[in-house]
């Protein structure tokens, strides 16, 4: 899928945003704080209908202005219509149409595509497990259905479980009923991410030996006892280990196996990357992670997701710069962001300039 055309009236520092892309390579220039990463912030929040960098919505609504708006015109698949998308942010809310009919943000994933690569994912590997199991549900978990619903009510019957192992547990009823959902949503969604990882992992382990000609292992690692990616076995496993843990639970006040509790290991020629890989090699991991998604968008919907890099080519050496590049050329359309400098791309593409908030096609 490419954008064809994106308009945003007071979105961050945009008062108004007229944007015509090239169907391939789009760079955005431009020095520090003058709306680089609020323009690729607006063209992925367009497209998911949520901030990846915004700690409250409000922040995205241009300052002593009462909402922000942002249209986007979008060609799927060659023949097909075009895809319309309108995101209204307001204060207390925000409002989303797809061609005209309101919808909620969910659906949004069922139709487009898209791959976001930002300096704070370089922490992949470095970071705590949470960055890792963002990854796992936010860009994993989009492809396979039901995750999102499921992810949520884990969450929700998480807290109320949080909530009565604080009071000491509850009752019984309660604690049954609440101890359950964790398990069944907390088993549907380590299946899911098991049964994902099965096809993605392959996918960056290869790319990963092509560039480096080491090899990379992910290795999925539970607080559940994992015997193959069946939900019920799993759900089964949960309650066991939930059961074995009951006083450690209710001493800490926390529930203690689930989804929540995993995290995913990175080893190079079987040693972990966390602790021995240098930062070229951890570099090298967290690219190849990111190709293979949009490898993996081509083979689960057939369709190409749309690329958005800020600012993180040129946290790369020129060689795998260059392979990033090569990677890209010609697959997908890609928006990235690179600081003043002129950069040197050879593939066909338009550039653009952006000074306080002001976008402007350059050459
Ligand atoms: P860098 O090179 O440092 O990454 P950048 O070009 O990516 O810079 P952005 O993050 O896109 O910078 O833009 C930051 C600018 O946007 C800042 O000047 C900030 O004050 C401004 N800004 C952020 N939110 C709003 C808002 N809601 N209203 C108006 N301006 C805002
Ligand atoms: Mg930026």
């Known amino acids: 899928m490419f954008l064809l055309h994106l308009e945003a009236r007071d ?45 409250r919505e409000v922040e995205l609504i241009r300052w002593e202005k009462e909402s922000a708006l942002i249209k986007s015109i979008w060609r799927l698949v060659e023949g097909d219509p075009d895809l319309n998308i309108r995101t209204v942010v307001k204060p207390d809310r925000k409002e989303i149409q797809l061609n005209g009919r309101p919808v909620r943000r969910g659906e949004l994933v069922n139709r487009t595509g898209v791959v ?29 259905a039901g995750y999102l619903e499921d992810l949520q ?3 929700r019957a998480l807290t109320q479980r949080n909530a009565l192992l604080r009071q000491g547990g509850g009752s019984r009823a309660e604690n049954e009923l609440w101890t359950e959902q964790v398990c069944r949503y907390g088993a549907r969604i380590l299946s899911a991410r098991l049964k994902l990882l099965r096809d993605y992992v392959p996918l960056a382990c290869r790319l990963f030996n092509r560039w480096v000609g080491e090899d990379l292992n992910i290795r999925y690692q539970s607080s559940v006892v994992v015997n193959g990616a069946d939900a019920g076995l799993l759900e089964s496993n949960l309650a066991k280990a939930t ?24 080893l190079i020629n079987g040693r972990d990357a966390r602790s021995f890989a ?3 090699r951890q570099r090298a991991i967290i690219l190849a992670l990111k190709l293979a998604q949009v490898r993996f968008w081509q083979l689960r919907t057939g369709k190409q997701p749309v690329i958005l890099l800020d600012d993180v080519l040129f946290e790369l050496d020129a060689p795998r710069r260059q392979a990033v590049l090569e990677a890209l050329e010609g697959e997908a359309q890609v928006f990235l962001t690179v600081g003043d400098a002129v950069f040197e791309s050879v593939s066909e593409h338009k550039s653009f300039y952006v000074t306080d908030g002001n976008l402007r096609e350059e050459g």
């Open 11 to 55: 979105f961050r520092n945009y008062r108004e945003l007229h944007f015509e892309p090239h169907p391939s390579l789009n760079i955005v220039r431009g020095q520090n704080a003058q709306g680089k990463s609020n323009f690729i912030e607006a063209l992925y929040y367009s497209l998911r209908g949520f901030s990846y960098r915004a700690a």
């Open 116 to 144: 976001l690569f930002t300096p704070e994912d370089l922490w992949l590997i470095k970071g705590g497990p949470e960055g890792r199991r963002r990854f796992l549900d936010r860009e994993l978990g989009v492809f396979s």
């Open 153 to 155: 009510q884990c969450r």
């Open 243 to 266: 059961q074995h843990r009951k006083e450690e639970e209710l001493r800490v006040g926390q529930t203690l196996s689930g989804p929540h509790r995993d995290d995913l290991q990175f």
């Open 278 to 280: 240098s930062q070229g």
